[in-house]
């Protein structure tokens, strides 16, 4: 009999810069509980300094109004899990811009961090929109200088832009991640074929 190949999981990624603004979305067998088909936009990256991002996709079971005082219950918020540091800080990720956030700063085209806090509460208990607007982490992710290349070059991570910033803001969980992939093309189109729990098959 013929050897048949097992490997067919293993995807080299298609290698590119690290950037500002850029998605990581995590190879399929990264079992590490706060990247396990993660993706992460990067909000900071520096060559000499490092990288700062939150993961997109997993919603936590906390609200708004659990972390914040002051938030209508009509109007509260689901709250995500940006990583593993710094699990006493708020953060949030929107495309309203600085000119209804003031002092929001621009990491990517259309999407903001960041900005004056109670204007955000306000636009939240406004019963303003917040699929694909606004959303709120707690915690980050974040690697030292040459950390986050090393693990793009041991396949860790694929490296790949966004279309539209709304689209971020939108979704959750597992089918997140195969909305990413599948946005990949077909290089990656073996990764499909995963679910986040391998032994569910």
Not at 12 to 34: C, H, I, M, N, W
Not at 56 to 85: E, H, K
Not at 173 to 182: E, L, T
């Amino acid at each position: 009999m013929k050897e048949i190949t097992t490997n067919i999981f293993n995807v080299t990624t298609v290698k590119g810069d690290v950037r500002q603004g850029a998605l990581l979305v995590a190879e399929p067998f990264l079992s590490e509980s706060y990247f396990n088909h993660g993706v992460l936009s990067l909000v900071d990256y520096s060559p000499e300094e490092g990288a700062m991002g939150v993961v997109m996709n997993y919603r936590t079971a906390n609200m708004l109004s659990d972390v914040l005082d002051g938030i209508s219950p009509q109007f509260d918020a689901p709250v995500y899990c940006g990583g593993p540091l710094g699990q006493d800080r708020l953060f949030f990720i929107h495309t309203l811009g600085s000119d209804i956030i003031s002092d929001a700063r621009e990491y990517a085209p259309g999407l903001f961090v960041g900005g004056d806090f109670s204007a955000i509460i306000n636009y939240v208990n406004s019963g303003y929109m917040l699929d694909g607007v606004l959303r709120f982490f707690v915690g980050y992710s974040g690697w030292s200088r040459g950390q986050l290349e090393d693990e793009l070059a041991g396949d860790v991570w694929a490296l790949t832009d966004f279309d539209n910033p709304h689209e971020l803001l939108q979704g959750n969980g597992d089918p997140y991640w195969h909305r990413c992939v599948r946005h990949m093309g077909e290089p990656y189109r073996s990764w499909q074929l995963l679910p986040r729990n391998i032994h569910a098959n």
